[in-house]
Nanobody
Framework: VQLQASGGGLVQAGGSLRLSCSASGGAFSNYRVAWFRQAPGKEREFVAAIRGSTHYADSIKGRFTISRDNAKKMVYLQMNNLKPDDTAVYYC???????????????????WGQGTLVTVSS
């Protein structure tokens, strides 16, 4: 499966953005899709994941919502009440084989999009 992330941009603190991850190829509904982010000088970190159920990092819980539209082969990340600490390149990733206990581990995802930059100004 090929992934493409989009929707990043510059937003003020407290604002909102919606990221999109489009997929092509593969039986999309079988894939667990996750969002990760990587800030400058930091390691890539888990943000959220979805297959049937959803899972979130504690740092964004209550502010971000992950959703998917299998018919359109799309996954979305709605980000509200953005903070400067949310500034990062956001990546979508997918796996058809990952088990639930590994969903926060970036190395367990076989497919990655190219990343989209989110910048939150204070």
């Amino acid at each position: 499966v090929q992934l493409q992330a989009s929707g990043g941009g510059l937003v003020q603190a407290g604002g909102s953005l919606r990221l999109s991850c489009s997929a092509s190829g593969g039986a999309f509904s079988n894939y667990r899709v996750a969002w990760f982010r990587q800030a400058p000088g930091k390691e890539r970190e888990f943000v959220a994941a979805i297959r049937g159920s959803t899972h979130y990092a504690d740092s964004i819980k209550g502010r971000f919502t992950i959703s998917r539209d299998n018919a359109k082969k799309m996954v979305y990340l709605q980000m509200n009440n953005l903070k400067p600490d949310d500034t990062a390149v956001y990546y979508c990733a997918a796996s058809s084989t990952i088990i639930l206990s590994n969903i926060r581990r970036s190395e367990m995802y076989a497919y990655w999009g190219q990343g989209t930059l989110v910048t939150v100004s204070s």
